[in-house]
């Protein structure tokens, strides 16, 4: 019972020290007055989710992809990448993975071209239910260190309402695809996941 | 193997020291053996052969049994105890694949307690949206000494062959195979007493081969290898524990990447030191470890971020050099001083990893965690705790041929969390949770325009009640409130700059009517407004909005006979969006409503378990799903999905030998989000076995 007799006073001086921690260190940056903006749209079906997507890719912002993101995201990569990046833990590829890799991946291009959802094979993307699932021929072509790599896959994306928006809860490379201008295999965007991994993360 | 010796004419000497270490292995472990048995330890006959025993069989994998008394335990059997054999076969059938496979196991174990086991397994696997198949043989043999025993030894050998055929949507085909063989040879002596501590000692010899083509290509590698490691326990009072494991490896042979065939190696190392301690109030660890490695080998030409670039180069593939450098350093402690208690931890990951070759270049990394958490049961009905969490971590990168690194790549998170548990009356629970997080994104230099804060606090109440016992009515009511601030720094960024502040109610309950039906029913009402900090201005295309979605889910549970259960449920959900319009003098806002979407799904299952080894199930769903959107004209969308699912599984044995599993549904489905390997399919997971 002794210590109950002091336990009220311990409490509040660690509910004052919480007050007074958070007020000191969470002080966030200003941000500088907005130029030239990037325009995303509300995510109220898959398509749009896409469009966000390739939107956030193109203008190398790694936040305005992560907030299409679910927090049950999963990646899971194509037997080509598997092959190169076995050693990858492609079993445990969420929400923070991806987060790392995509703020890694847009912070060191110099650009990107993509179209995600070029052409639609199977699905529709237009957010009826609360669930759905698309499959897309996706094309992109990353610009760095003075040359150009180029990305085609047969992908497989499943959405899901969080919240009261879609957001993208699975990304699933089914395999490369052919270069329609050279007829030679491209890889999947997942050799960049598993280059990423492979070089310890972030 | 006289195939597989056969293939290795070019790379005989690396065959030749495997072998010679396997032999090696086999021809000391008597000898060893022998010394392990005279080298008596305190565990042993401390213990007692009843303690001893006890602890064996609990697989207390500390425990180590003299040689001498497994062969006095063991005498009057046979040699061979027991032999497996296990002959299987399997289908599966679902959405994205068809497989079948066989496989034939074999486990033998012996009277000194030494097992030898075999594993063959064969599959297919052909996919049903995707022109591809997959043809896979994988077989592996295993023989280990007695793992009790302070001295032992094992053999392991592994073939893994697989040939993936796959044609593109415009037609292209390609074939990746593989071949990958690997044999190793471990020896292990434990329980050594020297200079007053025990130590235990490892060593494994092994080769590995591969013979691969991908994209027509070939990448073949022979390997051998050799590893040793030697770790010492030493406990200098019966408080603390001290632990050191030294570990070194090395790994030579050779390389062909494309048209390209070259010697490769590798060599590491490793040391650990690490003190438990418990004593008092006080227990906790502190370690530190240290490693590094070399790597010589055959890759494609690679860029500053590590991707195959060989567009325009005329050696696409090069003889990469990798090294690798990291120490890690950690103190966990936790005090417990009567009602209070503190958990601290502190830790630091340090790494350099280096490439030759590669545009990659020289890589740092480092990360600093800090964590503390301070608990008081404060009075008989109170527990409150806050914790602190803090991890820093950076990379900085010099690219190949560049003078100077590009800048710190920095991610800093900051977190501080509340909870408090009041017991409010009997069964009942209140929980609070405060909680506040910064995350930081710094790119030095401004190398990049991504750098960016997420400040986000939430608060949540929850109370759980239980009426009338574990069997009684469970009551839950939940209430969050978030608010998170997304703040990009950079102009190019900070346009989407927004606040979003949602609230969330959440009430459930549970009733168990009888015991042959239950009723469950779970509401949620969430609400979210989103303010763009910069809609204001005319650059920012931006306006703030709100989300509301309300859900409420109705299940039914029947069960009218111990073999049949029905459940019935119903799910309502509707979904409102709309755009603020404007703001008053006052301050208020308004909005107008974009859309409304209204979603009804009625789900039935029965399941009806026939004989106790054959069971009957169906599942249905029919879903409706009414989408109006305002705007000059109104619209309406009206879309129905459904699906039947019917089926049955059975679990038979015959003896004790033979057994036969199935599970077979058949499947029919329909809506806007089916896919046409969906629409009607079979669902099979098909398995016989026979053991003998």
């Known amino acids: ?202 | 193997m006289i195939l597989w010796a056969s293939n290795f004419t070019t790379r005989s000497a690396a065959v030749w020291a495997g072998c010679v270490l396997v032999l090696l292995c086999l021809m000391t472990s008597h000898t060893f053996a022998a010394d392990a048995e005279n080298d008596s330890t305190t565990t042993a006959t401390g213990g007692g052969l009843l303690g001893l025993m006890d602890r064996i069989a609990q697989d207390d994998t500390t425990a180590v049994l003299p040689d001498s008394l497994i062969a006095e335990l063991t005498g009057d059997q046979p040699y061979l105890t027991t032999w497996d054999r296990t002959i299987s076969s399997n289908m599966k059938s679902g959405i994205r694949t068809t497989q079948v496979g066989s496989g034939f196991d074999n486990s033998l174990d012996f009277r000194d307690g030494s097992t030898l086991s075999q594993t063959f397994d064969v599959t297919r696997e052909d996919y049903r949206s995707q022109e591809k198949v997959v043809d896979k043989l994988d077989t592996t043999i295993n023989y280990r000494t007695n793992l009790k025993s302070k001295f032992r030894t094992g053999i392991s050998l592994m073939q893994n062959w697989s040939e993936d055929e796959m044609t593109t949507s415009s037609g292209l085909t390609t074939l990746n195979k593989r071949n990958y063989r690997k044999a190793n040879a471990t020896m292990q002596r434990d329980s050594l007493s020297f200079a007053g501590a025990r130590h235990s000692v490892s060593l494994v010899a092994g080769i590995v081969d591969q013979q691969g083509e991908q994209q027509n290509q070939r990448n073949d590698f022979a390997e051998s290898n050799l590893a040793g490691a030697l770790g010492s326990r030493w406990q200098p009072a019966s408080w603390i524990d001290v632990k050191t494991r030294a570990y070194t490896m090395t790994e030579s042979g050779e390389r062909s990447l494309g048209k390209r065939t070259n010697p490769s190696s590798s060599s590491g190392d490793s040391l650990k030191f690490r003190v438990n301690y418990d004593k008092g109030s006080a227990k906790g660890h502190f370690s530190i470890r240290q490693s590094n490695f070399d790597k010589r080998y055959l890759d494609y030409r690679r860029n500053s971020n590590g991707i195959i670039d060989t567009i325009g180069v005329t050696e696409t593939v090069i003889e990469e050099l990798e090294r690798n450098d990291a120490l890690t350093i950690e103190w966990s402690n936790n005090i417990h001083l009567g009602p209070l208690h503190l958990k601290t931890k502190l830790a630091q990951d340090v790494s350099e990893n280096a490439f030759r070759e590669s545009g990659v270049g020289t890589k740092e990394r480092q990360q600093d965690t800090f964590d503390v958490d301070l608990g008081l049961k404060f009075s008989s009905r109170d527990t409150l705790s806050v914790s602190y969490g803090s991890m820093k971590k950076w990379d900085n990168q010099v690219y190949r041929n560049a003078t100077d690194a590009r800048g710190r790549q920095t991610n800093h998170r900051r977190d501080v969390a509340l909870r408090w548990v009041h017991d409010l009356f009997e069964n009942t629970d209140l929980k609070l949770l405060l909680s506040t997080g910064l995350t930081q994104d710094i790119a030095e230099n401004e190398f990049n325009k991504n750098d960016r804060d997420r400040l986000d606090s939430s608060m949540n109440i929850s109370t759980g009640t239980l009426f009338g016992g574990k069997e009684g009515v469970h009551v839950d009511l939940s209430f969050d409130v978030n608010r998170v601030e997304d703040i990009s720094i950079r102009k190019e960024r900070s346009g989407n700059n927004s606040i979003k502040e949602s609230y969330e109610l959440t009430p459930s309950y549970l009733w168990p009517v009888a015991s042959w039906l239950d009723l469950n029913q779970s509401f949620r009402v969430w609400i979210q407004y989103t303010d763009y900090v910069f809609s204001d201005l005319e650059t920012v295309n931006k306006e703030d909005n709100f989300n509301k979605r309300g859900n409420l889910d109705t299940r039914v549970t029947i069960r009218p006979t111990r073999r049949l259960t029905v459940t019935i449920s119903h799910n309502y959900n509707i979904k409102l969006n709309g755009k603020k319009s404007e703001t008053d003098a006052a301050g208020r806002d308004f909005y107008f409503r974009d859309s409304d979407q209204a979603i009804n799904k009625i789900n039935a299952s029965l399941s009806w378990k026939v004989t106790p080894w054959f069971e009957l199930d169906g599942t249905t769903y029919k879903s409706h799903d009414l989408t109006t959107r305002f705007g000059n004209t109104t619209t309406e969308t009206e879309r129905f999905s459904g699906e039947l699912g019917l089926g049955g599984k059975l679990h038979k044995k015959f003896s004790a030998s033979r057994t036969v599993s199935a599970g077979i549904r058949k499947f029919f489905a329909h809506g806007p989000n089916v896919q046409k390997a969906g629409q009607d399919y079979w669902d099979m997971d098909i398995a016989a076995s026979w053991r003998f």
Request: a negative charge; glycine letters at 12%; one cysteine or more.
């Open chain 1, 1 to 202: 019972m002794q210590h109950f007799r002091f336990g009220s006073i311990y409490a509040m001086l660690m509910v004052v020290s919480l007050v007074s921690i958070s007020g000191c260190i969470f002080d966030a940056r200003e941000p500088e007055l907005p130029g030239a903006t990037v325009n995303y749209v509300d995510a109220s079906d898959p398509g749009n989710v896409m469009f966000n997507l390739e939107q956030a890719l193109i203008n190398l912002d790694p936040g305005g992809y992560i907030n299409m993101l679910s927090p049950d995201f999963r990646y899971e990569p194509d037997g080509g990448t598997l092959a190169n990046y076995s050693g990858v833990d492609w079993e445990n590829w969420g929400y923070e993975e991806e987060s790392a890799f995509i703020g890694s991946f847009l912070s060191n291009v110099t650009g990107i071209t993509t179209n995600l959802n070029l052409e639609i094979v199977e699905g529709d993307e237009s957010g009826t239910g609360t669930e759905a699932l698309v499959r897309y021929i996706s094309a992109t072509e990353v610009q760095e260190g003075g040359g150009e790599v180029k990305y085609r896959s047969l992908t497989t994306m499943e959405f899901r309402i969080e919240g009261t928006f879609w957001a993208l809860v699975r990304w699933f490379d089914e395999q490369g695809e052919t270069d329609p201008d050279t007829n030679s295999l491209l890889p999947t965007l997942g050799q960049r996941r598993g280059a990423f991994a492979a070089s310890g993360g972030r």
